[in-house]
Every structure is written in C-alpha cells, then in structure tokens.
T-cell receptor, first 113, second 118 residues
Framework: KAGVTQTPRYLIKTRGQQVTLSCSPI?????VSWYQQTPGQGLQFLFE???????NKGNFPGRFSGRQFSNSRSEMNVSTLELGDSALYLC????????????FGNGTRLTVT | AQTVTQSQPEMSVQEAETVTLSCTYD???????LFWYKQPPSRQMILVIR??????QNATENRFSVNFQKAAKSFSLKISDSQLGDAAMYFC???????????????FGQGTILTVHP
C-alpha cells in the first residue's frame, strides 16, 4: 500500500508570493492533518480535514488555508509568503476514529527568500 | 490544552546498549493518548509506539518499550539493544479525544536527537 505522498519535495519562493502544497493520503484514510516544522518552534499543528470539512485548526494566521477533495487528497495554501514561513510542511493521514495513529509523508521543504 | 516537554536535546548510546528518552506532558483531557515518533534524516515521521492513557500496562513493540507513569505525567521510551538504524530525532506527542474533534491534532515535544555509536 502506498504511503502518504507529498508534492513537491522542495520549493523556493519569494516573499509576497503564494504557494500550494499537495498531499495524497494512504488509500482508505479520510483524515488529513498538516503540520509545520521549524528549528525554533518545532512541530506545530496547522489544521485537519475530514470528509472535505475542516475539523480542527491550529493557531496560525489566515494566510494559511487548506482544503480537502472528495478523494481525500488535500492541499494547503500560504498566501503573501513571509521569510518566517520557511519550514518543513508535513502532511499526515489516518483512518477514521480517534485512536488511529497518524501516518506522515516525507514533507515539503519550503524556502522563502 | 496540552503541553509536551522533552528535556534531553541530545542523547547518545553505544550499539547493543540500552537508552531511555524522557518525556513529560500535561493535559486537561481525561481521554488522551501518547506516542513516540522517530524522524530520521529522510524527514518522514515514523510511529514507534503508542500508549492509551486508560491502559495501565506499558506498551511494548519489539525493542521499544515505554514507562508510563500517569500520576507523574511521565512517558519515557526505552530502546533496548540499540542499532545504528535507531539514530534519529525522537518526538514525544500527545493527542486527545476532545469531543471527537481532536483526532488529527497532536502536540509534540521539541525532540531528542539520538546518536548511536558503533
């Protein structure tokens, strides 16, 4: 069974631009969560989608948004990029149910210059 | 709200020896669960072991086991017979079933870098 796939693996953008990251969950997984990982702040929860609905949201500005499609694939968008948005963005999927562990992808490394 | 603290930024161990990574947590939830994840240089977070808070028995997965002290809010990871492939960043994480809306939301500690010496 294929794992969680995130594209692209690396991305370089300029301040002020916007970016869209993609995540394909494991087949059968309907919940997708996004995390931002930086050396200073560690791993921080961005948001979670289940059945195309945002179920939970972390403490990030409105520039960060996401969506989920009917096939459970998810995208996250960051508008008006800032230097501080440089990070590893991790996507995770899980089966329905609150005790299902998260399965993570390899992440997208975003660099903002 | 949940907090997770890993007080050891770095740890090292000799191959075949045993090492214990520390983690403390705090939560206001009654139904919660705890995880250890490892992140090798490949960047992918890999689940090592998980523990349900309502279970008194400590979880075990092959060479990995936990010491779950609920009253002390402590959740340490013991790696026995350490192997070179165990070298990675290890994260302790907590999650909660808060009214069915917190499934994918985990709170992570800052991580512990584990070095394994041959």
């Amino acid at each position: 069974k294929a794992g969680v796939t995130q594209t692209p693996r690396y991305l370089i953008k300029t301040r002020g631009q916007q970016v869209t990251l993609s995540c394909s969950p494991i087949s059968g997984h309907r919940s997708v969560s996004w995390y931002q990982q930086t050396p200073g702040q560690g791993l921080q929860f961005l948001f979670e989608y289940f059945s195309e609905t945002q179920r939970n949201k972390g403490n990030f500005p409105g520039r960060f948004s996401g969506r989920q499609f009917s096939n459970s694939r998810s995208e996250m968008n960051v508008s008006t990029l800032e230097l501080g948005d440089s990070a590893l963005y991790l996507c995770a999927s899980s089966l329905p149910g609150h005790r299902s562990p998260l399965h993570f992808g390899n992440g997208t490394r975003l660099t903002v210059t | 709200a949940q907090t997770v603290t890993q007080s050891q930024p770095e740890m090292s161990v000799q191959e075949a020896e045993t090492v214990t990574l520390s983690c403390t947590y705090d939560t206001s939830e009654s139904d919660y669960y705890l995880f250890w994840y490892k992140q090798p240089p490949s960047r992918q977070m890999i689940l090592v072991i998980r523990q349900e808070a309502y279970k008194q028995q400590n979880a075990t997965e092959n060479r990995f086991s936990v010491n779950f002290q609920k009253a002390a809010k402590s959740f340490s990871l013991k790696i026995s017979d350490s192997q070179l492939g165990d070298a990675a960043m290890y994260f302790c994480a907590s999650g909660a079933n808060a009214g069915g809306t917190s499934y994918g939301k985990l709170t992570f500690g800052q991580g512990t870098i584990l070095t394994v010496h041959p």
